[in-house]
């Protein structure tokens, strides 16, 4: 079984910075593939970065250049590192964790409970 616990979510003005952690346990080879996703209010599940087990990494369009994800092994961690915050980018955050390369799809068998991020203009 895997649990997955996020943090680091808050309140920010428009242009500010933000890092999100995802702690994992359990099995981590399931931790291979990873991703955060958002999603604001009316709106559906939008995959924001993924991270493959070899390292490489994935955006959405609209975060590329300002986001950054990686993983320490050591800690199980995923981090997500949100530069040049906007008020669009207000949402709830997700970690998500699979066996299977997903990459920006919302089809991981494992998510977190999310935290907040709420950007003002």
């Known amino acids: 079984q895997v649990q997955l616990v996020e943090s680091g979510g808050g309140s920010v003005q428009a242009g500010g910075s933000l890092r999100l952690s995802c702690a994992a346990s359990?099995?981590?080879?399931?931790?291979?593939?990873m991703a955060w996703f958002r999603q604001a209010p009316g709106k559906g599940r939008e995959g924001v970065a993924a991270?493959?087990?070899?390292?490489?990494?994935s955006y959405a369009y609209s975060v590329k250049g300002r986001f950054t994800i990686s993983k320490d092994n050591a800690k199980n961690t995923l981090y997500l590192q949100m530069n040049t915050l906007k008020p669009e980018d207000s949402a709830m955050y997700y970690c998500?964790?699979?066996?299977?390369?997903?990459?920006?799809?919302?089809?991981?068998?494992?998510w977190g409970q999310g935290t907040q991020v709420t950007v003002s203009s």
């Open positions: 359990g099995d981590t080879y399931t931790n291979s593939y």
């Open positions: 991270i493959q087990s070899d390292g490489g990494t």
């Open positions: 998500a964790a699979d066996r299977i390369a997903w990459e920006l799809l919302p089809n991981y068998r494992n």
